[in-house]
């Protein structure tokens, strides 16, 4: 079987590793002239870490990142709400990292030109069409000039995927939720012990601060920060297109850090010592009623682009290649049915996620005490019950399968 795949990003990139690593011959096509590091912080949950792990990467990643280990959720005047460990302090077999997207990305475009050869990812092909019939599928690129064939496309081709386009013609731009989300990284001194993630405020105004890699000195870390602030109605069309490198208005900026209290971090300063930020609107897109038609299907963010809650966007593509590679070792004799297969174990999965991450994924404790105290509160006792905000952070864990019980499974 020969697998065709669309996109190098996070999502392509994976499933070309471990479509490799399970014997299956992959070709990958990426649009842009070169691949360059972008992004700022994500989150990679255990769930997704055992994955990576499973493709040898663990220590690649200690390389690039830092480990979690507490993530704490708080009124936007700085009370906390809840803390929660992470990762191996947990109880979890494997860490939560917290990195740069773009190290993440070059972790994995250099395993795959390790594995698959230094040409193995084909970049300035742009896809503009593909044909399938019962012996396999015909991709076509702008130039006019190249084509692939393949049993199978997969495309990884990210929220304004063409591919996606193609299959569903009528469904329009990314769904905008009215927030606009403001993010940067710079060297900044460590805090919490130099692995602990802050979220301050809910939805309609949301900031979170956390260390993503080694700083220039033992007391300083590369330090994550963004900003999210509703600035228009849910379902208006997006104001920019959503990419990962739109520079940021310094003065957007200005006007909304004071919003914010936060003891551990003097967030104000951090965000002005920041030499370089960008903004794009959050955007998700409805769920699809199938990703695949016949011998082509979706992945990432082109199959369920949700909004950066909890800790899920890298990591359900993660996931994604390997169920995608999984079934297709399954059915190898029928890419189809292959598919299809994989289409069952993760569409409906991770519909649910992006629905849940509309009305605040585990950040939705926040929107409720805040709901309850807009001005603050003395004792959180007085305001909500400690099981009703464990009830809301473990239900969206079991949600997405990052709870300890799914992650660390027997066997």
């Not at 079987?1 to 990426?30: F, P, S």
């Not at 019962?134 to 063409?162: K, N």
């Not at 309609?204 to 870390?221: F, R, S």
């Not at 208006?236 to 297109?241: C, I």
């Amino acid at each position: 079987m020969k697998v065709v795949v669309v996109g190098a990003g996070i999502g392509g990139l994976t499933t070309a590793l471990r479509l490799h690593q399970d014997g299956v011959e992959c070709e990958l096509y990426e649009q842009g002239r070169q691949i360059r590091e972008l992004g700022v912080g994500i989150n990679a949950l255990p769930h997704a870490v055992e994955e990576l792990a499973a493709l040898g990467l663990l220590d690649r990643l200690d390389e690039v990142a830092v480990r979690t280990t507490q993530l704490s959720y708080l009124h936007r005047l700085g009370q906390e709400i809840l803390r929660r460990p992470c990762g191996l302090d947990a109880g979890f077999t494997l860490p939560q990292f917290s990195l740069h997207r773009g190290r993440l990305q070059g972790v994995l475009l250099r395993a795959v030109r390790e594995r698959l050869g230094p040409d193995a990812v084909r970049t300035g092909h742009r896809l503009v069409g593909f044909e399938q019939d019962a012996s396999g599928v015909r991709v076509r690129f702008a130039d006019g000039q190249h084509e692939a064939r393949g049993d199978v496309l997969v495309a990884a081709d990210g929220i304004h995927s063409t591919v996606r386009a193609l299959l569903f013609p009528g469904e329009g731009p990314p769904r905008w939720n009215g927030v606009m989300m403001w993010r940067g990284a710079t060297d900044w001194p460590t805090f919490g012990g130099g692995r602990a993630m802050l979220i301050a405020g809910g939805t309609a105004a949301k900031l979170v601060v956390y260390p993503i890699g080694a700083g220039q000195t033992p007391d300083t870390a590369l330090t994550n920060w963004a900003i999210c602030i509703r600035t228009g109605v849910p379902g208006d069309p997006p104001p920019e297109r959503q990419d990962w490198s739109r520079p940021a208005d310094p003065a957007d900026l200005d006007a909304h850090v004071g919003r914010f209290r936060l003891d551990e971090v003097d967030h104000a300063a951090l965000v002005r010592a920041t030499p370089e930020a960008f903004a794009f609107p959050m955007c998700d897109r409805d769920p699809l009623p199938r990703w695949t038609h016949g011998r082509v299907t979706l992945l990432g963010d082109a199959a369920h682009p949700m909004y950066p809650m909890g800790s899920n966007g890298a990591g359900q593509a993660i996931l994604d290649a390997a169920a995608l590679s999984a079934c297709l070792l399954r059915h190898a004799a029928d890419p189809a049915a292959a598919l299809a297969a994989y289409e069952d174990e993760r569409l409906a999965a991770t519909s649910e996620i992006v629905l849940r991450n509309r009305v605040g994924g585990p950040e939705g404790v926040i929107d409720e005490v805040e709901r309850r105290a807009p001005d603050g509160f003395t004792q959180l006792d007085d305001v909500i019950d400690a099981a009703e905000l464990d009830a809301v952070v473990n239900g969206y864990a079991q949600v997405t399968g990052a709870s300890k019980a799914q992650v660390d499974r027997p066997g």
